[in-house]
């Protein structure tokens, strides 16, 4: 069986977030999942001056009432620091997510605002693009999602819970092809 680089094997991000973009809205949620079965999860309140989109809101089950009370986001990105520090160590490694223009638009902005730097690097991958190029089919970018266990349920944990699923499986494929 063919080897896959520990590389790929990085972590899996999913982000909720109060709207499109980290300049005036806020991520309130982190899910990290990794192949070897490291997880992080966290929820932070709204940041001061930021807004939030009602549809966005309403996608993830909960209020902007709701999450004004939630955990300080610098303290909350000082812990994800520290843990990707300490679980990955400065190694070289590719994050993944469902959505990574999405996602590490935030992750990075919060990393660098909070802590100037980000250990992820300058760039996340994309599981349905490896998904594609696997089956040799450009525009299978979503069938992979049928791969996943665990439900997808706009909670950051469970979302990342089940594109690592997902992502281990392909990983599988591939191996074996």
């Given at each position: 069986?063919?080897?896959?680089?520990?590389?790929?094997q990085?972590p899996?991000?999913?982000?909720e977030?109060t709207?499109?973009s980290?300049?005036?809205?806020s991520?309130?949620?982190?899910?990290?999942v990794?192949?070897?079965?490291?997880?992080?999860?966290?929820?932070?309140?709204?940041?001061?001056?930021?807004?939030?989109?009602?549809?966005?809101?309403?996608?993830?089950?909960?209020?902007w009432?709701?999450?004004?009370?939630?955990?300080?986001?610098a303290?909350?990105?000082?812990?994800?620091h520290?843990?990707?520090?300490?679980?990955?160590?400065?190694?070289?490694?590719?994050s993944?997510?469902d959505?990574?223009g999405?996602?590490?638009?935030?992750?990075?902005?919060?990393?660098?605002?909070?802590?100037d730097?980000?250990?992820?690097?300058?760039?996340?991958?994309?599981?349905?693009?490896?998904?594609a190029?696997?089956?040799?089919d450009s525009?299978?970018?979503?069938?992979?999602?049928?791969?996943?266990?665990?439900?997808?349920?706009?909670?950051?944990?469970?979302d990342?819970r089940?594109?690592a699923?997902?992502?281990?499986?392909?990983?599988?494929?591939?191996?074996r092809?």
């Amino acid at each position: 069986m063919k080897q896959i680089s520990k590389q790929l094997q990085g972590p899996v991000i999913d982000v909720e977030a109060t709207g499109p973009s980290p300049l005036g809205y806020s991520m309130i949620e982190i899910g990290l999942v990794d192949l070897h079965g490291n997880e992080f999860t966290c929820r932070m309140r709204p940041r001061e001056g930021t807004s939030y989109v009602a549809e966005a809101m309403a996608s993830i089950g909960l209020t902007w009432e709701e999450v004004q009370d939630w955990p300080d986001p610098a303290i909350q990105m000082r812990e994800f620091h520290t843990f990707l520090q300490d679980t990955y160590g400065g190694k070289r490694i590719s994050s993944w997510s469902d959505n990574p223009g999405f996602d590490w638009a935030f992750i990075n902005a919060y990393l660098h605002h909070y802590c100037d730097n980000n250990p992820l690097g300058w760039s996340m991958r994309r599981i349905g693009d490896l998904y594609a190029g696997h089956v040799g089919d450009s525009l299978q970018t979503s069938k992979w999602k049928s791969l996943r266990d665990t439900k997808h349920t706009h909670e950051a944990l469970d979302d990342a819970r089940g594109n690592a699923e997902a992502l281990g499986k392909i990983l599988n494929m591939m191996a074996r092809k």
